[in-house]
């Protein structure tokens, strides 16, 4: 079966530019999560969506991050005026279930983000 | 600062050795934990986990033990193979911050296997 499906896998833009990322969670995943991954780093955890509820984004960096999940399925994550630090891997993941947290994430192969 | 952690950033093995993967966690919340292996390129790809009303569990080639009593966490990889060469992630669904809704992961420990 399909598994978390992230796009574009690579994106390179200038300093300023807004971009936006998009994942598409495995069919039946009510839980979906967005995490950054510098070069070397662990993952950071930026923002959490379970079914109809208001999402989690205590992981938000900035006022410049923010996401959007429609239809209970799609998300994207947007960065506007990126900066140079932006740059990192951006992890999409998701789950059949969130809340308790006790059931494995299935991660996509995430976008790298390069920010000249 | 992270609340899991990995004792060994680099570990080399030789081809059909068995692997030890370290991990310490701080949160005595956490009651759930996973193991993860990344490769390059790739997203993490998970491996195994445990809930804490269970000391061992055990997959295909890999066990992982969890002692509670010290937080900590390891990951054991029978026969090790070239293609289990990766960096391998500990998380926990406890962390300094965390409401409960998201894991927290560790730096991540290289495992290098010579053929």
């Known amino acids: 079966g399909a598994g978390v499906s992230q796009s574009p896998s690579n994106k390179v833009t200038e300093k300023g530019k807004d971009v936006e990322l998009r994942c598409d969670p495995i069919s039946g995943h009510t839980a979906l999560y967005w995490y950054r991954q510098s070069l070397g780093q662990g993952l950071e955890f930026l923002i959490y969506?379970?079914?109809?509820?208001?999402?989690?984004k205590s992981g938000l960096p900035s006022d410049r991050f923010s996401a959007e999940r429609t239809g209970g399925s799609v998300s994207t994550l947007t960065i506007q005026r990126t900066q140079q630090e932006d740059s990192a891997v951006y992890l999409c993941?998701?789950?059949?279930?969130?809340?308790?947290?006790?059931?494995?994430?299935?991660f996509g192969d995430g976008t790298r983000l390069s920010i000249l | 600062g992270e609340s899991v952690g990995l004792h060994l950033p680099t570990l080399s093995v030789q081809e059909g050795d068995n692997s030890i993967i370290n991990c310490a966690y701080s949160n005595s919340a956490s009651d759930y934990f996973i193991w993860y292996k990344q490769e390059s390129g790739k997203g993490p790809q998970f491996i195994i986990d445990?809930?804490?009303?269970?000391d061992k569990r055990q997959g295909q080639r890999v066990t992982v033990l969890l002692n509670k009593t010290v937080k900590h966490l390891s990951l054991q990889i029978a026969a090790t193979q070239p293609g289990d060469s990766a960096v391998y992630f500990c998380?926990?669904?406890?962390?300094?911050?965390?409401?409960?809704?998201?894991?927290?992961f560790g730096g991540g420990t290289r495992l290098m296997v010579k053929p």
């Open positions: 445990i809930r804490s009303n269970m």
């Open positions: 993941a998701s789950s059949l279930v969130g809340g308790l947290l006790d059931q494995p994430q299935h």
């Open positions: 969506f379970q079914g109809n509820s208001a999402p989690d």
């Open positions: 998380a926990e669904n406890g962390g300094p911050n965390n409401a409960g809704n998201m894991l927290t």
